[in-house]
């Protein structure tokens, strides 16, 4: 591996570990001292995201403004909802369009406090959708940073639950504009911080395969 390529894939991780120590540490310290030092080596690990990422600095800091105690991954859940495609007799998935970048993904978001996870996928394809489901099998937990996902600030674990349809009708929210079905031949362009071609690719075989275990790293 070239030292170009080993930095391309580096820094991302160096600057969470800096941020993720400094924050820890700030969690437990009392010391003055040590607040200084730690809020210093904060600051290098914004800076270090700033300059390899689209944000400015100031976006950065907030971005982490709210991030206190020990330092742990994010976790995003989402709904892989499929339906028989009456036309065709093939299956096809929900998706939802992001009013943020005009593009397509699987329902879903940030896990919230007091839900589970299924009862979080759950929540979230009914808010952006409009449909009804139950929470059936999980499909995936993959840790974002290793599925061609584009870099963001925050360590992340993907969740990803198929889901059974059970009712609703398509609907758009605060956060997409539209949702529908569509089969594996006419996936529409992919908001890819959110999902994948390949992961899409692989819940459809999934569907063909429900004998499957989970997918995890």
Not at 140 to 164: E, M, N, T, V, W
Request: with cysteine.
């Amino acid at each position: 591996m070239s030292p170009q390529t080993l930095l391309q894939d580096q820094w991302l991780i160096w600057a969470r570990r800096l941020q993720a120590l400094a924050q820890s540490g700030l969690a437990y310290t009392k010391n003055p001292f040590e607040i200084e030092r730690y809020n210093a080596v904060r600051e290098i690990a914004f800076e270090i995201l700033a300059a390899g990422s689209e944000l400015a600095l100031d976006e950065v800091r907030d971005l982490f403004s709210g991030e206190e105690g020990y330092a742990t991954p994010k976790v995003d859940v989402r709904g892989v909802v499929f339906r028989p495609d009456l036309s065709s007799g093939r299956d096809s998935i929900l998706l939802v369009r992001e009013l943020r970048d005009g593009l397509w993904t699987l329902p879903g978001g940030w896990a919230d406090v007091n839900d589970s996870p299924a009862e979080a996928t759950v929540r979230e394809v009914y808010e952006e959708s409009g449909y009804q489901t139950r929470a059936v099998k999980l499909l995936a937990c993959y840790d974002r940073s290793k599925h061609g996902h584009p870099p963001y600030g925050f360590h992340i674990y993907k969740l990803f639950f198929q889901c059974q349809l059970l009712g609703g009708e398509a609907s758009g929210s605060i956060e997409t504009a539209d949702a529908g079905f569509f089969r594996e031949d006419e996936i529409p362009a992919l908001s890819l911080p959110r999902v994948t071609p390949e992961q899409i690719a692989r819940f459809f075989a999934h569907r063909r395969h429900p004998e499957w275990p989970t997918d995890f790293d």
